[in-house]
């Protein structure tokens, strides 16, 4: 089974400034997709950029983008010109590509991060 | 465009209770799933259903059961209503696998067990 580890509870920034949250995943897989959701306080699971395993060039999504190695099952997220609004709960999520599992979600325990003005 | 929507957002229920979780889609999704994220943790898989009239087991199954009669529907059911099961459940739903579709979420049903 595959499991997903998010080995920073909290981490906090200032505004403006740049912050990397980590995330490595253990799977014996070679195709798969990874992604990252936000949850605010709101609750809601919100998408923030994904990753396709066979693709080498990493994901951007505005401020947000993601450093993809393959070899060392690593999926970190960076967030650039932190905003008060990106304060929330981040979830690395992995999803494997299989036909037979369902499109499933695994989880990490998710990292809280702070955004300090 | 509703997308996924959970019913009721909050629920207080008495140990031995049973209530019906409900988690209706309007995308036409034919995959849908359970999850419950306990406080300070990430979400686990209950169940899950691949289309109408299939469902399978997650990682945490016991003490719930599905069913998915439609495409749209998929309610979560507690039978026996236990202290170890005040979460948060989300329902979600995607369109397929073998591309980067994500899974959508409703806003969630705080459910206490008291």
Same mark, same amino acid.
């Given at each position: 089974a595959q499991t997903v580890t998010q080995s920073q509870p909290e981490m906090s920034v200032q505004e403006a400034e740049t912050v990397t949250l980590s995330c490595t995943y253990d799977t014996s897989e070679s195709d798969y997709y990874l992604f990252w959701y936000k949850q605010p306080p709101s609750r809601q699971m919100i998408l923030v950029i994904r990753q396709e395993a066979y693709k080498q060039q990493n994901a951007t999504e505005n401020r947000f983008s993601v450093n993809f190695q393959k070899a060392a099952k690593s999926f970190s997220l960076k967030i650039s010109d932190s905003q008060l609004g990106d304060a929330a709960m981040y979830f690395c999520a992995y999803r494997s590509a299989r036909e037979t599992s369902g499109s499933r979600l695994t989880f990490g325990e998710g990292t809280q991060l702070t955004v300090n003005p | 465009n509703a997308g996924v929507t959970q019913t009721p957002k909050f629920r207080i229920l008495k140990i031995g209770q049973s209530m019906t979780l409900q988690c209706t889609q309007?995308?036409?999704?034919n995959y849908m799933y359970w999850y419950r994220q306990d406080p300070g943790m990430g979400l686990k898989l209950i169940y899950y259903s691949v289309g109408a009239g299939i469902t399978d087991k997650g990682e945490v199954p016991n003490g719930y059961n599905v069913s998915r009669s439609t495409t749209e529907d998929f309610p979560l059911r507690l039978e026996l209503a236990a202290p170890s099961q005040t979460s948060v459940y989300f329902c979600a739903s995607s369109y @397929?696998?073998? @591309?980067?579709a994500p899974q959508h979420f409703g806003d969630g049903t705080r459910l206490s067990i008291l």
């Open positions: - | 309007d995308m036409n999704h @397929s696998i073998g @591309s980067l």
